[in-house]
């Protein structure tokens, strides 16, 4: 029998699985048709979303789960606020090596998100139906001041579109040195729906 710690990091394993083909930045995700390590293809490849479709998802929507591991395998997950530029994925925390995600990442620095841009329960059906995306990746620090400085009133941009470019650096002046923010290269990027014509559709009108 597994003892509890090989069993978490086995469940983690399949989480966080990889191809070893990264698209450049700029470049549209690969939807990878080869295993490697714990990966797997699709099972319901009618439900696999195109290219397009998985970044309109990344694009979209505010949120996603981060999942990341020690050392030793053990999993640990929590929510961010991701952007999408140039073929990157960022996000930011507090300034704090003792936190757990941090740790994580330093020590093992493979990765991945989990975004839910729709997820309505169909009693009637017995079924969901929802648009989801997950990108397995790797996670580096970005520790040049201006670069940093750069990404975050991006990401800032993104989340508070009404402010103006004077609100947003004001309002960074003192926050910038309070957070790391991380960059996330994608390794594969997987999309899956059910009924997503009701996700889809909605964008467009």
Known sequence: MLSRRKALAAALASAVAFTGSVHAAGEK????????????????????????????????????????????????????????????????????????KTVNMRQNKYVSLCYT???????????VNFVSVVVSGTARAITDPKEKAALMYKIVHHHAPVKTDKQIEEYLKPEVNLITLWEVTPLKITGKSRNKKYYFNKLKD
Do not use: C, M
Request: overall charge negative; cysteine-free; glycine content about 8%.
């Open 117 to 127: 841009a729709k997820d309505n329960i169909v009693q009637e059906e017995f079924a």
């Open 29 to 100: 995700p690969q939807q990878s048709g080869t295993n490697v390590g714990t990966d797997r293809n699709l099972r319901r490849s009618d439900r696999l979303l195109t290219d397009s479709e998985a970044l309109t998802v990344i694009r979209n929507v505010p949120h996603a789960v981060l999942s990341t591991a020690d050392k030793d395998g053990i999993p640990y997950g929590v929510p961010v606020t991701p952007v999408y530029d140039d073929g990157k994925i960022y996000f930011h925390g507090a300034a704090d090596e003792n936190g757990r």
